[in-house]
């Protein structure tokens, strides 16, 4: 069974961080490449960034360029958000997906495999 499963969201203060996970099952994680989305209530859901299946490549949103940064380990199947300098508008459902295009982009359409979320509140 393919899966994500999405773990490290919580509660944190205006200019805190937090460090999100994602890690797959079932699949040929390390030929794919992955991404995050976050979804605001109300809003739709957006681009964070995305990484290739060997991390040569990365792109950002530019809301979140220069303090969110995506990495990921192969032999752990597992992708990560390191998440600083936090704002209000961060605050979001954030999901991890996989796309078997090796390279990523930030069409949420490329990806076929999601995860269930995780909640991240930043308060001010």
């Known amino acids: 069974q393919v899966q994500l499963i999405e773990s490290g969201g919580g509660l944190v203060q205006v200019g805190g961080s937090l460090r999100l996970s994602c890690t797959g099952t079932?699949?040929?994680?390390?030929?794919?490449?992955m991404a995050w989305f976050r979804q605001a209530p109300g809003k739709e859901r957006e681009f964070v960034g995305s990484i290739s299946w060997n991390s040569n490549r990365s792109s950002y949103a530019d809301s979140v360029k220069g303090r969110f940064t995506i990495s990921r380990d192969n032999a752990k199947r597992s992708l990560y958000l390191q998440m600083n300098s936090l704002k209000p508008e961060d605050t979001a459902v954030y999901y991890c997906?996989?796309?078997?295009?090796?390279?990523?982009?930030?069409?949420?359409?490329?990806?076929?495999?999601w995860g269930q979320g995780t909640q991240v509140t930043v308060s001010s």
């Open positions: 997906a996989e796309t078997r295009n090796p390279v990523g982009n930030s069409n949420p359409n490329l990806y076929d495999v």
């Open positions: 079932g699949r040929t994680f390390n030929v794919d490449a």
